[in-house]
């Protein structure tokens, strides 16, 4: 026994010190294996394919704690290539999650390892960075905990009861086919949304003169956002609730801390509360001065860290996420009782932004600044469209008043703007490094969907070389009409906001239209990061950047970096298809079109039943130039056959004979946009003959009632009525000058 008792003693502490290092080794070493498979949802009564990662949409909430190590198991059970990007975090490089950038992409049925020290807190995110995969289901949140001895630890802040929130919409389109019917000027997402501003709704609502301006400068129609969602989500549900924590009902007085995360493709979110003032205490990962507001928008990819009070007993307050175009709405409910629902945000006022839009356009398609300094969503342009702000009908500012855009001058309600924000530490760069400044100018149009920086995408531009220990300052402008989400990754940035030393850090700056923003940061980790915008299709469409270390080693997980470069390329090299063939009972006419962002190449038809009729083929090859994009230079092929009379020939209005008996002829010609959108064409023929005409195939007459015409120099015309049943079916009517009168079921896609 004696024996035993001395060989137990001896042998405790060698089991005490294992068992504590077991236990520090698994505080230090935390690991997730994420199973990502095909699934099929149901959001809106219709069976979909999504991407689950574990069998949940979204993705299951990572947590860390600072110092820990993230081990992360990523099993791709798809048939397709996948690729997890840990949105906002501090990591090396090859652990970015890039596809063709920092990493080759997960093939199907193998596994990819994640490992990276876990050296920052906050809220953050991750989704997939593979094609367009984030719309489907791959985004989650990634939380990352103080230490309890932290320095900067908050009471009443960071101990306090959390929900992690991630947002999102669901579409029953197949993302793939958004892009495509984006970059070929679609108005059925306008339609499903109501806002299609056509000329009897411009009449009706007395803006006949701004629709027809709006045209003259060839623009489209207004909107805020680029796509019609079916359902927005919080958490994967449009309405949840929380009652308790910790088995403790919520009560009168209790504070509730929300880490918010915008997992949204291309969705803005408003975000209020039935119960009061929404206190912000963090934005994209970093601590700020808690500041009080009655309402935020959180853009596409940021983050915000939010307190809410539970203000009464037996009622549940709600905490409702709007869409930016205020279509979609998810709502979250805190507390036990009667449901206090916040109001509603109310129907923009479209026409009103039109004009605003009209005011800032030249009519050689740049932003007119009218003299204003605009930074950091002070001024926000789409102001004049919020009822809640500017009244039902007119605004209630004058042109004249330099607050005009200023929502928190215009009204009692406070709005959050990047000047509140302030870091309650100090964040300046290191003093004694280099400065670099580098210049950007957000560029794009909605036309052809478009989007780029300095108006080149990322295939066209080569990467940005930096140097490690510089300071990076980048000033940036937006000359487009949309508002851009720029993401830096694999750094923080201090966006300079007129706080000085503690100017807030982030890594998301939202830029409004005519918006000039400054952000710089210290090179301190070696790679190739990415800069881009984080409105997905915009991102895809090539609008970014890639920053590359001078003189950094090779990335061990880029074996072939030129065909990674190749892979990477074609995302924004990607043609998009469209085609249209209308069934009518004079005849079958129809075209189709290849394109991506500078080329084009399509065919038109037209089929006539009879040898009277005819029959036409005119197929361009062409290059689109400009900022702007209204100029096609082209090359042509025609093919003609029409039976006229015996010897009967035809003039064009300069007197050329222009045979149609059975003409092929090569053609060098040039499309140019006019205002009112009406598309310019001049053409030269081999034979010499020379083509004048004017087309216009859109013109929106009501809602979803369409108008055009066609006029050229071969005394040739047709004119049409079309009315939009869905998105890839109508029943048009039309007249043309060698088919005749006819009416047809029309075919898109």
């Given at each position: 026994m004696d024996i035993q008792k001395t060989i137990y003693k001896k042998l405790l502490p060698i089991a005490l010190l294992l068992s504590t290092t077991q236990i520090l080794y698994a505080q230090k070493t935390v690991r997730y294996d994420l199973s990502v498979k095909d699934t099929i949802v149901n959001f809106t009564g219709k069976e979909k394919r999504a991407i689950a990662v574990n069998g949940q949409i979204p993705m299951p909430t990572l947590t860390f704690t600072e110092g820990d190590t993230a081990e992360i198991y990523v099993h791709n059970l798809?048939?397709?290539?996948?690729?997890?990007?840990?949105?906002?975090?501090?990591?090396?490089?090859?652990?970015?999650?890039?596809?063709?950038?920092?990493?080759?992409?997960?093939?199907?049925?193998?596994?990819?390892?994640?490992?990276?020290?876990?050296?920052?807190?906050?809220?953050h995110w991750y989704h997939s960075h593979s094609g367009l995969q984030e719309q489907i289901g791959m985004y989650g949140n990634f939380v990352m905990l103080k230490k309890p001895d932290d320095k900067t630890f908050r009471k009443g802040i960071d101990d306090l009861p959390t929900v992690p929130i991630v947002l999102s919409e669901w579409t029953d389109y197949k993302p793939e086919n958004i892009h495509r019917m984006l970059h070929?000027?679609?108005?059925?997402?306008?339609?499903?949304?109501?806002?299609?501003?056509?000329?009897?709704?411009?009449?009706?609502?007395?803006?006949?003169?701004?629709?027809?301006?709006?045209?003259?400068?060839?623009?489209?129609?207004?909107?805020?956002?680029?796509?019609?969602?079916?359902?927005?989500?919080?958490?994967?549900?449009?309405?949840?609730?929380?009652?308790?924590?910790?088995?403790?009902?919520?009560?009168?007085?209790?504070?509730v801390r929300l880490r918010i995360s915008n997992g949204g493709a291309s969705s803005y979110f408003w975000l209020t509360y039935a119960g009061g003032?929404?206190?912000?205490?963090?934005?994209?990962?970093?601590?700020?001065?808690?500041?009080?507001?009655?309402?935020?928008?959180?853009?596409?990819?940021?983050?915000?860290?939010?307190?809410?009070?539970?203000?009464?007993?037996?009622?549940?307050?709600?905490?409702?996420?709007?869409?930016?175009?205020?279509?979609?709405?998810?709502?979250?409910?805190?507390?036990?009782?009667?449901?206090?629902?916040?109001?509603p945000q109310p129907r923009l006022k479209y026409f009103e932004g039109m004009k605003m839009m009209n005011d800032m356009m030249k009519m050689n398609g740049e932003l007119d600044d009218m003299g204003m300094s605009m930074s950091l969503n002070q001024m926000d342009m789409n102001v004049v469209m919020y009822p809640e702000i500017t009244g039902e009908s007119k605004p209630k500012q004058s042109v004249n008043d330099p607050n005009r855009y200023n929502a928190n001058a215009l009204a009692d309600i406070v709005t959050l703007n990047y000047a509140m924000l302030k870091s309650p530490t100090k964040t300046e760069l290191p003093k004694d490094a280099p400065v670099r400044e580098l210049r950007f100018e957000l560029t794009g149009n909605m036309n052809r969907y478009v989007w780029s920086l300095d108006n080149k995408v990322?295939?066209?531009?080569?990467?940005?070389?930096?140097?490690?220990?510089?300071?990076?300052?980048?000033?940036?402008?937006?000359?487009?009409?949309?508002?851009?989400?720029?993401?830096?990754?694999?750094?923080?940035?201090?966006l300079l906001n007129g706080q000085g030393e503690n100017a807030p850090l982030k890594n998301i700056v939202d830029i409004m239209p005519m918006e000039t923003d400054t952000l710089e940061f210290n090179a301190n980790v070696e790679g190739d990061w990415f800069f881009h915008c984080h409105i997905l299709y915009h991102m895809m469409s090539g609008m970014g950047r890639v920053f590359t270390y001078e003189n950094q080693a090779p990335n061990p997980l880029i074996p072939n970096p030129k065909l990674a470069q190749r892979k990477l390329f074609a995302d924004d090299r990607k043609p998009h298809f469209m085609a249209?063939?209308?069934?009518?009972?004079?005849?079958?006419?129809?075209?189709?079109?290849?394109?991506?962002?500078?080329?084009?190449?399509?065919?038109?038809?037209?089929?006539?039943?009879?040898?009277?009729?005819?029959?036409?083929?005119?197929?361009?090859?062409?290059r689109y130039i400009g900022k702007m994009q209204w100029l096609m230079p082209f090359i042509g092929f025609d093919w003609r056959y029409r039976?006229?009379?015996?010897?009967?020939?035809?003039?064009?209005?300069?007197?050329?004979?222009?045979?149609?008996?059975?003409?092929?002829?090569?053609?060098?010609?040039?499309?140019?946009?006019?205002?009112?959108?009406?598309?310019?064409?001049?053409?030269?023929?081999?034979?010499?003959?020379?083509?004048?005409?004017?087309?216009?195939?859109?013109?929106?007459?009501?809602?979803?009632?369409?108008?055009?015409?066609?006029?050229?120099?071969?005394?040739?015309?047709m004119v049409d009525f079309r009315y939009i049943v869905n998105k890839n079916m109508g029943v048009r009517t039309h007249y043309d000058s060698d088919m005749g009168f006819g009416i047809g079921l029309t075919l898109n896609y």
């Open positions: 798809l048939q397709e290539e996948t690729s997890l990007h840990w949105h906002g975090l501090f990591l090396p490089n090859k652990e970015d999650g890039v596809p063709n950038l920092t990493q080759m992409p997960i093939k199907p049925n193998t596994t990819h390892i994640y490992k990276f020290p876990i050296i920052q807190n906050g809220t070929n000027a679609t108005d059925w997402f306008a339609i499903k949304k109501n806002a299609t501003q056509s000329y009897a709704e411009a009449i009706k609502a007395g803006h006949f003169k701004t629709k027809l301006k709006n045209e003259w400068k060839r623009m489209l129609a207004m909107d805020v956002s680029d796509v019609y969602y079916d359902k927005v989500l919080m958490n994967g549900n449009p309405i949840s609730e929380i009652k308790n924590f910790d088995g403790k009902q919520l009560k009168a007085g209790d504070k003032k929404i206190t912000v205490v963090a934005n994209d990962g970093n601590d700020v001065e808690p500041v009080e507001v009655d309402r935020l928008i959180i853009a596409v990819s940021e983050t915000y860290d939010v307190i809410i009070t539970i203000p009464a007993e037996n009622t549940a307050y709600e905490f409702l996420a709007t869409t930016e175009d205020r279509t979609k709405s998810a709502s979250y409910y805190f507390g036990n009782g009667i449901k206090q629902l916040k109001s990322v295939s066209e531009t080569d990467k940005i070389l930096i140097k490690k220990g510089e300071n990076i300052r980048i000033v940036i402008y937006n000359g487009s009409m949309m508002r851009h989400p720029m993401h830096l990754h694999g750094h923080d940035f201090r249209e063939n209308d069934f009518a009972t004079n005849g079958n006419d129809g075209m189709f079109m290849l394109q991506n962002t500078r080329w084009s190449i399509g065919s038109e038809w037209r089929l006539g039943y009879h040898d009277i009729h005819g029959y036409e083929t005119e197929t361009h090859f062409g039976k006229l009379g015996h010897n009967e020939v035809e003039k064009n209005l300069f007197g050329q004979t222009n045979t149609k008996d059975n003409r092929t002829q090569i053609s060098l010609g040039v499309n140019y946009t006019l205002p009112m959108l009406i598309i310019a064409q001049a053409e030269v023929y081999q034979d010499g003959n020379i083509r004048f005409q004017l087309m216009r195939e859109d013109i929106p007459i009501t809602k979803r009632l369409r108008a055009g015409f066609m006029v050229n120099t071969d005394k040739e015309f």
